[in-house]
């Protein structure tokens, strides 16, 4: 699933979960439509061991919304620029298994020796994604309801 379907889901239910808005259940339901362009998502090496290999990567994600009545197309709220990152490992050697962001995922301490370099930078982007998405829709929750 691609990055914008995934904000788009995480955003929907963080509405769904904290209300009071609630999502329309169709495409022509509500009073309110929320639109939004990905403008940047990109990974960037930022940590390299001795022989220029890459330790770490930076996963940046940004985007620009507006939220406008469906009736007039008057303008509610917008964000531009809206971003969120995150740092992930691409071999296990760098991961600091003891750390809480380690403890929440999915992946155990013992699997990562089977595991290729190629498997676990996947898996830990997968991962960090998950939590920039996460933090966005609250972000963009926590934006918005802040202007009602």
Do not use: H
């Amino acid at each position: 699933m691609g990055i914008e379907k995934r904000l788009a889901f995480a955003i929907e239910r963080e509405f769904g979960m904290r209300g009071p808005l609630r999502v329309a259940s169709g495409p022509g339901d509500g009073d309110l439509v929320l639109t939004g362009t990905v403008r940047e998502a990109l990974d960037s090496p930022i940590a390299f061991n001795r022989n220029d290999e890459v330790l770490v990567y930076r996963a940046t994600v940004a985007l620009d919304l507006e939220l406008r009545r469906r009736e007039t197309g008057e303008l509610i709220w917008q964000a531009s620029g809206l971003r969120g990152s995150g740092d992930y490992e691409s071999i296990a050697s760098v991961i600091v298994t003891t750390s809480p962001e380690f403890r929440s995922s999915t992946l155990n301490a013992g699997d990562l020796g089977g595991f290729t370099d190629i498997q676990l930078s996947e898996s830990r982007r997968r991962q960090a994604l998950e939590r920039i998405v996460a933090n966005l829709a609250r972000d963009v929750y926590g934006q918005i309801m802040e202007d009602f």
